[in-house]
């Protein structure tokens, strides 16, 4: 067992508690859902725009989400880029990159209509926020081979999603418009359903 993995196994260990909590009632979001029969996210014109009624807790999530996800997406690029990975998980990190990545330019056209700023969150250390990594963390990501590299990122997208998941039932308890709470929903019903995978996965490496 390498450092880093058991690093991470640490992480996840302590990751915030309650990450598998139920997705009873949540509402498929066809254009921001990944699945795993390789259906992957469509465009944000598949998904309701915003209203022009938002509250605190609709522009803290795209605010926040925006740079979450685009450390998800970078996260996913990093694997991708190697070499001697199991296939299963490149597919998961390609689903998770075409699944995140329409979501990103729909909150930023969000938090255009709103009138907020979509990058006021984009410097914080990504280690200060929910389930996000660090700059280590990152590091040994890239540097990561093989076996290891895929292990690595099961466990980090793990803590990832579980942060991911947290910040969206804000949104979902707190939100007022309903295509950001719709959108809530599907990250926590998919990204529930990926830790399940990735769970697996690791147990298989």
Known sequence: MTTAT?????I?????AGAAVAAAGAIALTGCSSSHDGHSA???SSVAAASSTHDDADATFVQTMIPHHEQAVEMADMLLAKSG???RVVSLAREIKDAQAPEIATMRGWASSWGVSATEHA???HGSMSGTMSVDDMNRLRS???VEAARLFLDQMIVH???AI???QNEIRDGSDPAATQLARSIVTTQQREIATMRQLLSEL
């Not at 058991?6 to 640490?10: A, E, F, Q």
């Not at 996840?12 to 915030?16: F, V």
């Open 6 to 10: 058991s690093g991470m196994r640490r």
């Open 12 to 16: 996840r260990r302590t990751a915030i």
């Open 42 to 44: 469509g465009g944000s």
């Open 85 to 87: 990975v199991d296939a």
């Open 123 to 125: 410097s914080m250390d």
């Open 144 to 146: 990561a081979q093989g």
């Open 161 to 163: 999603h579980t942060g």
């Open 166 to 168: 947290a910040m969206a």
